[in-house]
Structures are given as C-alpha cells and as structure tokens.
C-alpha cells in the first residue's frame, strides 16, 4: 500500500488541468507545464480532485505509484505557487551579482563565472553573497541550483564556496603543528 500514491491532490482555483491519455497539462496563474507519464499508472480527475491508480503490486507499479502522485502534485503546486532554493555564497572577494538574465559570480579564480538563466528560471541576488533561483518546474530550480553550486562547492577547511541555505558544512581541523 502506498501512502503517498493513494493520497488525492485537490486541484485549488485558478489551475486547470487537461488528461490526453498519459499526457498531463496543468495550467495555473504563474504559468503552464506537461509531462507524459508511465503508460502502467492510471490519472482520473474527478471534482477538481487527481487520482493516481496502479493496476496492480508488482515492485515496478508500487515505486511508480508514489512518483507519478508526487510528480503531479509538483506540478500543481510550481503552477500556483512557484519554487525557490537558496544559494550562499562563504569566502572573502568572493559575490555574485545579476546583468540581465545572466549570473555574474567572481569566485577567486582569475575570470568571473557567468551563467545564462535557463527558460523559465529567473535569478534573485538580494545581496552580493545569497543567490535565490526561481521558477515553476521544481525538477529545473533543482538542477539549476545544483548546477551553480558546482562553479565553487563548499570546501570543509575553511568554508569557501557556494552552499544551500539550509546545508551545515561540517568543518574540519586543519594540519596539527609540531610539538
């Protein structure tokens, strides 16, 4: 039995959603986004409430049975209400600013890093050292974010770099000296 694939997702005002047989559109005020899902799951909508069905309990259905639920309720949600993820950025010099649609971010090498803001992703730098990255597709803030984290991952001595807002870094000691 799975809780979270037999859980119904109550679709609010504003958003519509269309089923072309395993082609799900959901269109909301923040914006529209498809997806084609597993041909075995089964959607219905019925008073403005999604269901996701499985035809039967082989290992393969039950782990899609929770995905395809999930999945669906993220798009419902990034379609009302958006997604965000918060970037900070540690080290002395180190900054990010926004030039149009670009990320300009100097992170102690001998150039800046500039990243072009995929379709549908929006950069926010309310200070030189935090990065928010927004957008509807929660799969794609996801990525993007990964993606800018890598430029200068946290280092664990000294605790340089790009990191998640939520993320602890556990630091370590350095070299013991010489007694």
């Known amino acids: 039995m799975s809780r979270i694939g037999n ?20 269109k909301g005020p923040k914006g529209t986004l498809e997806r084609d899902i597993h041909e075995n799951m089964k959607v219905t909508l019925e008073d403005k ?13 039950r782990s899609l049975h929770g ?12 379609t009302t209400n958006g ?23 100097n992170l102690g090498y001998s150039h800046p890093v500039e990243m072009e ?10 200070s030189q050292n935090e990065i928010i990255v927004k957008g509807i597709d929660k799969e794609l ?16 001595y ?3 770099g790009i990191k998640y807002a939520e ?6 000691e350095g070299k013991a000296g010489k007694k």
Not at 117 to 122: K, L, Q, S
């Open 7 to 26: 859980k119904p997702i109550t679709v609010p005002d504003g958003v519509e959603v269309k089923l072309d047989g395993q082609h799900i559109t959901v």
């Open 49 to 61: 409430v999604l269901k996701v069905v499985r035809p039967n309990d082989e290992p393969k259905n």
């Open 67 to 78: 995905l395809t639920r999930t999945l669906i309720n993220n798009m419902v949600e990034g």
């Open 83 to 105: 997604f965000e993820r918060k970037l900070e950025i540690n080290g002395v010099g180190y900054r990010a600013q926004k030039q149009g649609n670009k990320l300009v971010m």
């Open 117 to 126: 803001a995929p379709a549908g992703i929006t950069f926010d730098v309310p």
């Open 141 to 156: 803030v996801g990525q993007t974010a990964a993606v800018i984290r890598t430029k200068r991952p946290p280092e664990v």
């Open 158 to 160: 000294r605790g340089k």
């Open 167 to 172: 993320e602890i870094i556990r630091r370590k």
